[in-house]
């Protein structure tokens, strides 16, 4: 089979040229084409014509018995969750986020952790040398750890190695942009390299049975580098992700063909490693100070998990022109919709302010739930009196103004006891004889049927303008 001499491959969009030109004509994005040789097809070895007539494959039915995969605890509950109740063997999972976020951190504590349950697992490090992972591992407290290190970039002698190894049951490649297969004459990182690298390992990882972690950087624009080619060969995608400013970090499952894919895990970076926080809401309310116009507390949901988030929200006079409308952690279009919404259906003037909102702590929110909190954070700015510092809010709101019910009230009311809260607007219940929601002792459920009636409650003028 003749095999192009060369080709141009996007770095963004992995998309092949066979000429170079400024722009990837594929996703548009310029000066992305670099010139990668010798990969004749990405998977390097497609089997041949058959020349028996037998068949090649056989159908079956889809009834019958399939066991669930066997799962193996890291015995890090924050990973195992995310994971779905942990690795599941000869399955291969990416570990993304951007340099310096604690990803190497994450896998050599995650490694050590299976390593000390006495199970064979493999570091290899393209990134830092082995004094530098010995370093790290005294510094978290692991050197008691039996883990197997090395610092390899080679993939040839990676997957030689690996052969060798029989009963390993984690292996961790930190990170696949610095893996290189000596056929390929691209440089390590590019696409053909990520993708070619990734598919050897993947290969190794499903015929030994081990299981595989790759960790990879993302760019800025979001996308895990060696763009995206290697997230549809993985089983799982998890990003690890968080504010440099702030110490906590969020481990988020974006695909897993073995679980559920909302889930998150919350670590706290400390000077010794990542420390679970099996309390994020407590973390999250840490710094908040009652009795200030803006802010409110809202009863959110990650995944199977409630977290309680404080949303802030500021009113500042917008003399002439057009205000601005800035968001932290919230959708801007979400946020456009409500001021709407407090506006033309509850009488609340805001078109002549600025407008900030801000999710504190620097979670990210993507529920509708969040609205009546937002809305009430927001009323609270406008007429300058402080929400009920006990309160807790969720619902979604509709365009003509009414609070629509939204899932899992029981899990919120129950984090919202937990941490000590007193009250919870909620929306108003349709029908009439619909079961009221399990009310932990001590919360005061106030249900609310229309945005207006929650605007009336912060009861002061609307503010100076
Ligand atoms: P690292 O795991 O090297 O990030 P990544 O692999 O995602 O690039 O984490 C690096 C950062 O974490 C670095 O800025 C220092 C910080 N850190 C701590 O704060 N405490 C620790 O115990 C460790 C090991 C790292
Ligand atoms: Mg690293």
């Known amino acids: 089979m003749a095999r192009p001499a060369r080709q141009f491959v996007c770095q963004e969009c ?13 996703c548009g994005a310029w000066n992305t084409l670099v010139e990668e040789v010798g990969e004749a097809h ?97 510094r978290l407290g692991l050197l008691d750890a039996d883990l197997a290190l090395a610092a390899a970039t080679n993939l040839r002698d990676i997957t030689q190695s690996l052969e060798r190894e029989r009963d390993a049951a984690l292996v961790v490649i930190d990170s696949i942009q610095t ?54 060969m993985v089983d799982a995608v998890l990003y690890f992700e968080g504010d440099r400013g702030h110490q906590f970090r969020i481990l988020r499952g974006v695909k897993n063909r073995f679980g559920a894919t909302d889930e998150i895990g919350v670590f706290e970076m400390t000077d010794r490693g990542l420390a679970e926080v099996a309390n994020p809401s407590a973390l999250f309310l840490a710094e908040r100070r009652g009795n200030i116009a803006g802010s409110a507390v809202f009863a959110g949901l990650e995944g199977s998990r409630p977290v309680l988030l404080e949303v802030q929200a ?107 809260f007193t009250d919870a607007s909620l929306p108003r219940r349709l029908a009439r004889g619909s079961r009221a929601p399990a009310a932990p002792e001590g919360l005061r459920l106030r249900e609310i049927g229309h945005l207006a009636d929650l605007v009336a409650g912060f009861a002061g003028k609307p503010a100076p303008r």
């Open 14 to 26: 992995g998309a092949a040229s066979p000429k170079w030109a400024g722009k990837c004509e594929a």
């Open 42 to 138: 990405p998977h390097g070895r497609l089997p041949t014509g058959r020349a028996s007539a037998a068949p090649a494959i056989a159908f079956v039915g889809l009834a019958g018995e399939t066991a669930p995969p066997p799962r193996l605890p890291v015995g890090i509950a924050e990973l195992d969750r995310v994971l779905g109740g942990g690795l599941v063997a000869a399955s291969v999972v990416l570990v993304g986020g951007d340099p310096g976020i604690g990803k190497s951190t994450l896998m050599l504590q995650a490694a050590a952790a299976l390593a000390r349950g006495g199970r064979r697992v493999l570091y290899i490090s393209g990134e830092e040398s082995v004094e530098q992972i010995r370093l790290r591992a005294r």
């Open 179 to 232: 893996m290189w297969l000596d056929a390929l004459d691209s440089a390590p990182g590019t696409v053909s390299q990520v993708r070619a690298c990734a598919f050897e390992l993947i290969r190794a990882a499903k015929t030994q049975g081990f299981s595989l972690v790759l960790v990879g950087h993302v760019t800025k624009e979001g996308a895990i580098a060696g763009p995206r080619v290697v997230e549809h």
């Open 314 to 420: 500021l009113l500042a006079p917008a003399p002439g022109g057009s205000p601005r409308r800035s968001v932290l952690g919230w959708d801007g279009g979400r946020l456009a919709m409500l001021l709407a919404v407090l506006e033309t259906r509850c009488g609340l003037r805001l078109a002549g302010s600025d407008v900030y909102l801000n999710i504190a702590g620097g979670l990210r929110v993507s529920e509708p739930a969040a609205d009546l909190a937002v809305a009430a954070a927001l009323a609270s700015a406008a007429s300058e009196q402080p929400a009920d510092p006990g309160m807790v809010y969720f619902g979604e709101v509709g365009l003509s103004g009414e609070v629509r019910q939204v899932a899992q009230t029981e899990a919120r009311l129950k984090e919202a006891a937990k941490l000590g």
